[in-house]
């Protein structure tokens, strides 16, 4: 009889489950992925390239859309609510902070990827106001990579040699980059350096490489498209493209290119081209990662203007 006892207590320790019942279930966030909600495509980009797939990166913008007109969705508030993290541009690229008032209605932490950034500051409608586009050099990219390696490993401290790891690789990526982008655009002699797009989204890399940048629309596309663009506006940049010889100008995949067409037509001039500005590109095409979009937006320059 003991025997028998001692046979069926194997037995039932052998049986489909039963060594998990003694078990008691994870509930940290690490018995899944954690779920990293980002406001805009370069940010998305920059996350995925320090987590890989140690986490569940989504972005609420699609490529190709605007953040200074975005309006969120019920979905958007729906993933929020199962984020652990978020991480937004800040600086009001998000019109009327739509990222900060997710994060802030879900009760989730959020990190703003622009902390530590010096903002270019502009003047619009008589005000002062700081240029959201920093993410346009690879210097001011880095420091966007630096503020989500730091919110993630505080996230998941078990991973931060990985992200550390990753970072430095991608860090030496953007520094190649720089030094790429300069030695490209050394065929552009200095006075050519004249750079006419949509909206003001290029102050940064503009200063960066020796631009000078016209844009009718001013800072955010939400501020002078809808009501049409001010006539003494227009009389600007289109002076500025005689009086500088501006071989072409540039329309934006994430906005209308009609105003600038009819820019590039009163002035006599080409439209070179569609720049990456606040959204970078499908999946699957050459500007589908923050150096691919940088990458494929000098090189559209140089095709038109050198």
Known sequence: MAKLLVIAACLALMAPGASHAQESPRTDFMARKP?????TTQIADFTRQIVGDRCDVRCILAPGA?????????????????????????????????????????????VTCTDGIKPITLEQGGEKVNDPHSWFTPRNAAVYVNNIVRAVSELDPAGKWEYEARARLYLQQLRALDSWIREQFNVIPPHKRILVTSHDAFNYFA???GFKNRAPVGWSTGVE???????????????????????????ETSVNPKLVREIATDAGVKVGGKLYSDSMGESGSAG??????????VLTIIGALR
């Open 35 to 39: 779920l990293l909600v980002c406001s």
């Open 225 to 251: 498209i809808g009501a049409g663009m001010t006539p003494e506006r227009r009389i600007q940049v289109i002076d500025s493209i005689r009086e500088f010889g501006v071989k072409a100008v540039f329309v």
């Open 288 to 297: 589908e990662t923050y150096i691919g979009m940088m990458r494929e937006n």
């Open 66 to 110: 605007d953040p200074h007109t975005y309006m969120p969705t019920p979905g958007d508030a729906q993933l929020t609510l199962k984020a652990d993290l978020c991480l937004q541009n800040g600086l009001h690229l998000e019109g009327k902070n739509w990222m900060a008032a997710l994060a802030r209605d879900a009760g989730k932490p959020l």
């Open 207 to 209: 200063e960066e490489y």
